[in-house]
């Protein structure tokens, strides 16, 4: 019988309520095949900010590293204190490569579309958001414009404010092995490669011929190729056609967001920031603070994330058991939170806290 030793963050906001409900429910749900966790409680956001003077304390990364794998609950970004982002800082300290996102309908979930079944896997590191940008005005830009205006005949206007966008050969090539591996482990049939090579032909253009290489190594998987602009259209017109995609940062920023949205919102969107020696699962959402202590949100989200993780501990009979009593306690919709009522102000609706003990009872009745 496995323990698993985990960093559980609780984070801030409705951050703590969503990660205790959802810590007892992935209790449950290893309990149903006889393992346990031992968990490593580790505190980032704003709340540990005023005590430790940061809101990533070593104390929390170090767990992290030490334990290769961890859930967190959403923390706040506070505007204008001068800290940046506690998720963008761990996915850059830990090297999280991959951001995973599937996008799937459950029954009782209200869509406008059915039978979604996409994973998105979105690189995390390069591209536009790499962060490399020079403003407009500054002196930085000027020299940069002027130095690209020497190189070719097209010029940048000197009022320009200038991103770059790297995509190289090693970043394509891992994430686009994630996918096809993930892809493979999960029964996938299909990767599609999102870029828009057409235009792009140096950055988008270098991923999409990463990819055919790479493709070349998993003949079992069908390769697509798909251009970002066709993909919207697409995703909206022949939802049950698309598989596992694979993109660079921005487009899988944005699609991951059109997903999420085409199966019923944040409220029931996983996710998963994924490197070559640490894994951190957290909900799509944001903290939002103002339910704040209310025992109201929905800790669909955060938990499919630790469905995730079962799986990515290779938990896959326990992760199974997991969103099959997440399907029964949603497809009832008795026990669920507001924003899975078709009214949201329905006084049946439960809180976060009963919601979970309605996954909890579902998942010891099915395993008894
Ligand atoms: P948010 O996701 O917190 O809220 C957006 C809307 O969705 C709100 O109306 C909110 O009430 C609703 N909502 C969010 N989660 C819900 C849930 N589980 N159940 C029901 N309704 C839910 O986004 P925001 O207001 O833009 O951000 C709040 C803070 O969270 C910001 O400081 C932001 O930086 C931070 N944030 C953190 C993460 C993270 O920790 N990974 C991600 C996104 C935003």
């Known amino acids: 019988m496995a323990t698993y030793r985990v960093t559980l963050i609780p984070g801030d906001g409705t951050g703590p309520e969503l990660t205790e409900a959802t810590r007892r429910v992935l209790e449950a749900a290893l309990g149903t095949v006889g393992g346990s966790f031992d968990w490593d409680v580790q505190e980032a956001g ?18 992290i590293k030490r334990n290769k794998v961890a859930i ?3 923390i706040t970004t506070p505007i204008g204190t001068g800290f940046r982002s506690v998720n963008v800082a761990l996915r850059a300290e830990l090297e999280l490569y ?10 009782g979930v209200r869509s406008r579309f ?16 790499a962060g490399i940008e020079y403003e407009q005005g500054t002196a930085d830009a000027a020299s940069v414009i002027e130095f690209l205006n020497g190189k070719q005949k097209k010029q940048i206007r000197p009022d320009s404010g200038v991103s770059i966008k790297p995509i190289s050969v090693f970043g394509s090539e891992r994430i686009i092995r ?55 259209m697409g995703l909206i017109q ?28 944040l409220g029931v969107a996983p996710g ?7 894994a951190v699962f957290e909900a799509t959402h944001g903290s939002a603070p103002k339910y704040k202590g209310l025992n109201k949100v929905n800790p669909t989200a955060m938990i499919l994330s630790g469905m995730l993780m079962l799986r990515h501990l290779g938990e896959l009979a326990a992760a199974d058991n997991l969103e099959s009593a997440v399907a029964t306690v949603l497809g009832e919709g008795r026990n669920v939170t507001y ?11 439960v809180g976060t806290s009963e919601y979970a003990d309605a996954l909890i009872s579902t998942l010891q009745e099915a395993s008894s």
């Not at 032909?201 to 079992?220: E, H, M, N």
């Not at 056609?241 to 949205?261: H, K, M, R």
């Open 272 to 278: 998963a920031n994924i490197g070559a020696d640490a």
């Open 339 to 349: 924003d899975m009522k078709p009214n949201r102000d329905d006084p049946t609706a």
């Open 178 to 232: 994630y996918a096809f591996d993930y892809a493979r482990a999960n029964g996938r049939k299909r990767v599609h490669c999102i870029q828009k090579s057409n235009i792009m032909k140096f950055t988008d253009g270098l991923f999409l011929s990463v990819f055919r290489d790479v493709a070349k190594d998993y003949p079992d998987i069908d390769a697509w190729e798909n251009l970002v602009d066709a993909t919207c």
């Open 238 to 265: 022949r939802p049950e056609e698309w598989d596992v995609l694979a993109l660079p940062n921005l487009y899988g920023d944005i699609l991951s967001d059109l997903t999420a949205g085409m199966v019923g919102g």
């Open 98 to 107: 991959a951001c995973v996102r599937p996008c799937k309908t459950y029954p």
């Open 72 to 74: 967190k609950g959403p």
């Open 114 to 129: 059915d039978n979604i079944d996409v994973m998105i896997i979105r690189e995390n590191t390069e591209d536009l958001y």
């Open 46 to 63: 704003v709340d540990i900010m005023e005590t430790a003077g940061t809101p990533l304390p070593p104390a929390t990364l170090d767990s």
